[in-house]
């Protein structure tokens, strides 16, 4: 059964950081492209940045490129986001996600998801 579980998410202040992790099960995160969504209540879902299993990483969302960072343990399975210098706009819940496809593409969508976990930045 596949199975995706963030956690990590918090209140943290302008300019802090966060580490969120998206612990996998069901299959291993190494093989297939993972990807981590956000998504503000009355707006549409967007993706933040995928991962793929060649370690191709795709940025999706300009904001991010620079401060946020994704990366793979595959020993603990799990596909991690690291997040620098947050804005109050990257105020959110943070999906991950799977599309058991080895590549980050339109192609293949997204087809099993976590619950999110919420992140706030606020003074």
């Known amino acids: 059964q596949v199975q995706l579980v963030e956690s990590g998410g918090g209140l943290v202040q302008p300019g802090g950081s966060l580490r969120l992790s998206c612990a996998a099960s069901g299959f291993t995160v190494d093989s297939n492209a993972i990807g981590w969504f956000r998504q503000v209540p009355g707006k549409e879902r967007e993706e933040v940045v995928c991962?793929?299993?060649?370690?191709?990483?795709?940025y999706s969302t300009e904001s991010a490129k620079g401060r946020f960072t994704i990366s793979r343990d595959n020993a603990k399975n799990t596909v991690h986001l690291q997040m620098n210098n947050l804005k109050p706009e990257d105020t959110a819940v943070y999906y991950c996600?799977?599309?058991?496809?080895?590549?980050?593409?339109?192609?293949?969508?997204?087809?099993?998801w976590g619950k999110g976990t919420p992140v706030t930045v606020s003074p």
């Open positions: 991962l793929s299993s060649s370690d191709g990483i795709r």
């Open positions: 996600a799977t599309n058991m496809n080895y590549y980050c593409h339109a192609l293949y969508p997204m087809i099993y």
